[in-house]
């Protein structure tokens, strides 16, 4: 079953207009998290926030229920010289993870509100977000924490490239994955 939530487009122009609507419904979703792992922290998702929406690249997708923001996605294509692939762990070919400013869209955050959970609104975002990129292929990362989640990304097409902690302070362990795109 889906939703049928109507989506809503966005880039960098509107990062200051959405800002509080995204962090309203970040705090929401990950208020259980928060209590216990400082990664999970409003402060520090703002300021991961501020970084990817300065870039020009950036792309965020808002689905709504009516007047009712019911979650979000977001991403931006890889620089050239970008950190993402910096904590990877295991042994990958360097073709695979060489970067050119046009090869990859990171998908930074994906997130739903629990009322929509599993009513096809995750998945009608995903696919919103991705719908007509033009790179080869999108990369996102997945909490080893979180099996659940990474099992719905790979039957979502998604494929496990392999482990990556982020250098950033707190950062849990992660399943770095890929899908080709078109
Ligand atoms: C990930 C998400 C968008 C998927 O939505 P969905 O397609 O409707 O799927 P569900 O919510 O049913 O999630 C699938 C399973 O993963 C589990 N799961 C989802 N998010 C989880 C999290 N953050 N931590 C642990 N388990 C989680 C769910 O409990 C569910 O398990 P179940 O089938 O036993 O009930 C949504 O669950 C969500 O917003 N989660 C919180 C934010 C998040 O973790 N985003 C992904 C970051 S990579």
Redesign the pocket.
């Known amino acids: 079953m889906t939703t049928g939530i109507a989506i809503r487009r966005y880039d960098h122009r509107h990062a200051a207009e959405l800002r509080p609507l995204l962090l309203e419904v970040y705090a929401e ?2 208020a259980d ?1 928060a209590m216990s792992d400082p990664f999970a922290g409003v402060d520090r998702f703002a300021r991961g926030l501020d970084g990817w929406s300065a870039r020009p690249g950036w792309t965020c997708v808002v689905g709504y229920d009516g007047d009712q923001a019911v ?1 979000y996605a977001y991403g931006a294509p890889l620089a050239a010289d970008a950190p993402w692939w910096g904590g990877l762990l295991s042994d990958v070919d360097p073709a695979i993870t060489a970067e050119t400013g046009s090869r990859t869209y990171a998908l930074s ?6 009322p ?8 009608q ?2 696919d919103a977000l991705l719908e007509g990129r033009p790179e080869e292929r999108a990369t ?4 080893q ?5 990474h ?3 790979e039957s979502w097409g998604w494929q496990t490239l392999g482990n990556l902690r982020p250098r950033i302070k707190d950062a849990p362990l992660f399943h770095a994955m890929l899908l080709p795109l078109c």
């Open positions: 979703v990950y998290a979650g955050e994906l997130m739903v509100r629990t929509w959970r599993k009513t096809g609104a995750a998945k975002l995903h996102l990362l997945v909490d924490g979180h099996p659940k989640v099992a719905l990304y």
